[in-house]
């Protein structure tokens, strides 16, 4: 087992805001039909997993419940850790079923494309079916029907979701109830591969012809000036070029552009699809190889597989007017498009260096 590997396994795991909304939605259905508060609460999870939680927050009055349980996202760096997760319940009418309502702090969706219909609250499937699960055990016990109103609201919500994708997907007025194994794997990729292909679908939801995917926030800066493109055509792509080509094989934009900095493009170039410095490295030699294949001189071709990082290679290259760049854009498009295999897109690549300045093109 290597160091990294071993290292993520000693991580502990935490728990979802669908896992710890279930969990309060169950102890506040609990106390409406006059079993009170428990002192912890036990759900069941998609894959067998049954954890427990206290509750930080019990209290009821006429015709309602709340109780509210502290996320616990274990050693991964969460925004949502340590937020509480409350649930209100409020006995509906005989026969209405369960409605979900979003409370303080909890996102509406308002653009199509996501998996919860616009003017929903921004909880997802699977969050859903746990407390829609839980929920009608609990009234079964009381020999009740699930018949109520479910508020589920994040005080300080907000504010963090801001730090999200949720406003640019079109998720107003705070964050999502996520989750679909109920449990938070520290530092998995899936979070993360999940928000780029929700921005896909809800771009292709909204008709937009052009979506761009970004290594960063500089190379979206710069590409949003140059391209004009709204915010909600832009995919925070981070490492994952793999990932949001895989899926837009399948569902394709007409027209994709993928923008970053020279050293993650070139990573792309020599065929890396996730460019994680953990995960893969510049190939110096490559770069230089390249930079002798375009004509430079051969002491210019010395220095760049001797050179230290990818942007020294760059600024050389620059230096010497050597379109090195020009070059990366058009092997990283070469490599993108056999991901993409036939889907129906128009793609090119784009390299900015670290101020913003446009130094590479693929159609160029």
Not at 9 to 22: I, K, Q
Not at 27 to 49: H, K, M, N, W, Y
Not at 88 to 99: D, H, P, V
Request: proline fraction near 5%.
């Amino acid at each position: 087992m290597s160091d990294e590997t071993s290292s993520k396994a000693s991580l502990r795991p935490g728990w979802t805001t669908g896992a710890c909304a279930s969990a309060a939605a169950k102890a506040a259905c609990r106390a409406l039909l006059g079993g009170g508060f428990p002192d912890q609460v036990t759900i069941s999870l998609p894959r067998g997993e049954t954890p427990s939680f206290h509750l930080a927050l019990a209290e009821s009055g006429p015709g309602f419940a709340r109780a509210g349980v502290i996320k616990d996202a274990g050693d991964d760096p969460d925004i949502t850790h340590g937020a509480t997760i409350i649930a209100t319940l409020r006995q509906g009418e005989a026969g209405s079923g369960l409605r979900f309502v979003a409370g303080e702090g909890v996102g509406t969706v308002t653009r199509p494309g996501l998996p919860i219909a616009v003017g929903e609250p921004a909880i997802n499937p699977v969050p859903r079916q746990l407390i829609t699960d839980e929920i009608t055990a609990m009234a079964a016990t009381f020999g009740m029907g699930a018949d109520f109103e479910i508020e589920i609201s994040i005080p300080g919500g907000e504010a963090l979701a801001r730090r999200t994708w949720n406003p640019r997907l079109g998720i107003l007025g705070g964050l999502s109830i996520l989750g679909t194994t109920g449990v938070v794997v520290p530092y998995s990729c899936s979070a993360w591969i999940h928000s780029i292909q929700s921005g896909i679908d809800v771009a292709r939801a909204c008709g937009i012809a052009q979506v761009a995917g970004c290594t960063g926030n500089s190379s979206e800066r710069a590409l949003r000036k140059l391209r004009g493109l709204p915010e909600e055509a832009i995919i925070d792509m981070g490492d994952f070029a793999g990932g949001m080509l895989k899926y837009l094989r399948s569902h394709p934009v007409a027209r994709v552009t993928i923008a970053g900095g020279f050293a993650k493009l070139a990573k792309l170039a020599a065929g890396h699809l996730d460019l994680h410095s953990r995960r893969s490295q510049v190939d110096m030699a490559r770069l230089a190889a390249g930079l002798h294949g375009l004509g430079a001189p051969e002491e210019l071709v010395s220095r760049a597989a001797a050179a230290n990082t990818a942007m020294e290679v760059l600024g050389l290259a620059e230096k010497a007017g050597v379109p090195l760049a020009n070059l990366i854009a058009r092997e990283a498009e070469v490599v993108a498009r056999k991901v993409l295999g036939e889907a129906p897109v128009d793609l090119d690549v784009l390299v900015f260096d670290r101020h913003g300045k446009l130094v590479g093109n693929s159609r160029t």
